[in-house]
């Protein structure tokens, strides 16, 4: 079956150190996504990208680092530069080119720092 | 400022109680509008996309509207596995704005 997958579901981290979440996809999309969903709030855009090589900031993109080396992985790494990284993290991915066509998620990885 | 706001942030109904959630998008130039099931501790689902006013699309229970101003998530004869909670998001440009989400709860 094709999807997304993230890993790991649950990660723990001490404060100060830097961690990369993954996600893969298999849906040969071009566009892959990453989302941050915080309680109260809605997803909100860290990064993302179009095409292998290349990706854009999104809305939230400090403290955060990317890397899109392949079309089916694009793995996000939480520096310790981000003020507050506990959060449920999203990956996404959609057909580039495709009319309008929605986003399809990941199971999300779930990130607490202490 | 581009948002997305939906309303109620949380419902209950008894099985079989329809109703519908609500979601109110400014946004400038709509290219779609999609909802989503999000089920704890799991991504969102895609459920729907409405691309113009009028616009109908439906799955099961679930009927989506769409308006110029917002669109509608109506449950007919809810059951309880249809507890979620439910997100819309409005795509601008290549932007999608999401609302926060209406929690439904379901009871038997």
């Known amino acids: ?58 809305d ?55 | 400022e581009d948002q997305v706001t939906q309303s109620p942030e949380a419902l209950r109904l008894q099985e079989g109680e329809s109703s519908s959630l609500n979601c109110s998008y400014t946004v400038s130039g709509l290219r779609g509008l999609f909802w989503y099931r999000q089920d704890p501790g799991k991504g969102p689902e895609f459920l729907f996309t409405l691309y113009s006013a009028g616009e109908e699309k439906e799955k099961e229970r679930l009927k989506a509207t769409l308006t110029k101003k917002e669109s509608f998530l109506h449950i007919t004869a809810p059951k309880p596995e249809d507890s979620a909670t439910y997100l819309c998001a409005a795509l601008t440009g290549n932007q999608f704005y999401f609302g926060t989400g209406t929690s439904l709860t379901v009871i038997p």
Not at chain 1, 15 to 27: D, Y
Not at chain 1, 36 to 58: A, E, H, M, T
Request: include cysteine; glycine fraction near 10%.
């Open chain 1, 60 to 114: 939230i993109a400090e403290g955060y680092s990317v890397s899109r080396e392949k079309k089916e992985s694009f793995p996000l790494t939480v520096t310790s530069a981000q003020k507050n990284p506990t959060a449920f993290y999203l990956c996404a991915s959609s057909i580039l080119g495709g009319y309008n066509s929605p986003l399809h998620f990941g199971n999300g990885t779930r990130l607490t720092v202490t």
């Open chain 1, 1 to 58: 079956d094709g999807g997304i997958t993230q890993s790991p579901k649950y990660l723990f981290r001490k404060e100060g150190q830097n961690v990369t979440l993954s996600c893969e996809q298999n849906l040969n999309h071009d566009a892959m996504y990453w989302y941050r969903q915080d309680p109260g709030q809605g997803l909100r855009l860290i990064y993302y990208s179009q095409i292998v090589n290349d990706f854009q900031k999104g």
